[in-house]
């Protein structure tokens, strides 16, 4: 028997004024996995949390949690009956009531049930000293695990987040996140996690949706969209990018590196070939001879170096063309090459993506 996502959405839309905010959004999360939504801020990602927690109505489209349906149509169930638990940036915790009562909050049943449950769970994100604190007296990491300890505490089969880490320094952070997840995935909750940050993403998702303006443009495992994403602002979103400019002639775009196989664009078609600085390689000019072309790089192209610079784990180097276009590259330790500095590089012909001019993929 196929197991039944926990949480479905299809089809969600929302509008504000005329402005579709959510466009035909789906996703799904089975029981114990992550999925992250991500992308930029304004897309469109708090409004479709919104939605699935039921504090907003969709106009179009449905929730479905465990198969039941929560909104669509005439149905929409009420925020508390959905059984999905919240965590915002401002964990919000009640300022007058004591760290214990903070997580009782939502709790039903006896009061040794209720205390049972609140010990275990103060245990478990490592504050069972802090009982009877009130949260102003804790840090924002503390206050960020009261409020896990908080969501939780009902068993929720959903947990909901929107931007949960970003209120904490970064030295804070990683620790927590890595905590946060190791609690949910020992819970089997399954998360729907909102992120702006493409890093937060690929640590925590088990699956990624990538949403920009309202829509949900790819859905994948963090290797797949970063390996072989939508377009070219889907490669854009998770690092820097390199974008050479093409022609295309008989299925073929001829680059500095050579030809590319440019199979299915018409001739006369602009093309771009888009390679992210980590997968170029770099030789030097020994008396202006190129090294060999090899079927992993192709051929190899003269640069002049406009800039370097050192920052921390790798090197970043600037190069001009010989056609004025620029390159950019990363290299692992220092590498410190002079400006004007001439240097043979050339570019992993697997890790590059041709897309069509303007930024569509190939198939959209
Ligand atoms: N209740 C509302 N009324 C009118 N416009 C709204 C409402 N809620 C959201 N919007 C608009 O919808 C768009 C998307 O907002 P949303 O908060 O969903 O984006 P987001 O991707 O979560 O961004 P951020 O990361 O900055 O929070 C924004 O332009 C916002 O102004």
């Known amino acids: 028997m196929t197991e039944l996502p926990r949480l479905e959405v299809s089809n969600l839309t929302r509008s504000f004024g005329g402005r579709v905010v959510v466009n035909d959004v789906s996703l799904t999360v089975m029981p114990g996995q992550v999925t992250c939504l991500l992308g930029p801020s304004g897309c469109g990602k708090s409004t479709t949390l919104r939605l699935i927690a039921g504090v907003d109505r969709p106009d179009a489209g449905e929730v479905r949690m465990d198969g039941a349906l929560m909104a669509g149509g005439s149905t929409m169930v009420p925020p508390e009956a959905r059984g999905t638990g919240l965590i915002f940036q401002d964990f919000a915790l009640f300022p007058h009531l004591s760290v214990s009562d903070n997580v009782a909050f939502g709790l039903k049943g006896t009061r040794t049930e ?47 987040m929107d931007e949960p880490f970003s209120g904490l320094d970064n030295r804070l952070r990683d620790g927590i996140r890595d905590e946060t997840l190791a609690i949910l995935k020992e819970e089997g909750t399954a998360v729907l996690l909102v992120t702006h940050e493409p890093e937060e993403a690929m640590r925590m998702a088990d699956e990624i949706a990538l949403m920009r303006g309202g829509r949900i443009v790819q859905r994948g495992a963090p290797y797949n969209i ?12 998770f690092s820097d990018i390199n974008v050479i400019e093409g022609t295309v002639q008989g299925a073929l775009t001829q680059t500095a590196f050579g030809q590319f196989l440019t199979p299915g664009y018409a001739d006369g078609a602009e093309v771009e070939i888009v390679i992210r600085p980590q997968h170029l390689s770099i030789d030097f000019y020994r008396d202006g001879q190129a090294p060999a072309p090899t079927p992993e790089h192709g051929v190899w192209a003269p640069a002049t170096v406009s800039r370097a610079r050192f920052v921390g784990t790798e090197s970043i180097v600037d190069f001009v063309m010989e056609d004025a276009s620029t390159l950019k590259a990363t290299i692992p330790n220092v590498f410190l090459p002079r400006p004007g500095t001439t240097l043979w590089i050339a570019i992993r012909r697997d890790r590059c993506f041709v897309f069509p001019a303007g930024g569509k993929s190939a198939q959209g």
């Open 114 to 160: 209720k205390r049972l449950r609140v010990h275990e769970l103060l245990e478990k994100v490592g504050l069972a000293r802090y009982v009877d604190t009130f949260p102003h007296e804790l840090s924002g990491g503390e206050q960020q695990r009261v409020a896990l300890a908080r969501a939780l505490a009902p068993r929720p089969k959903i947990m909901l």
């Open 226 to 237: 970063y390996n072989a994403p939508a377009d070219r602002e889907a490669a854009a979103f």
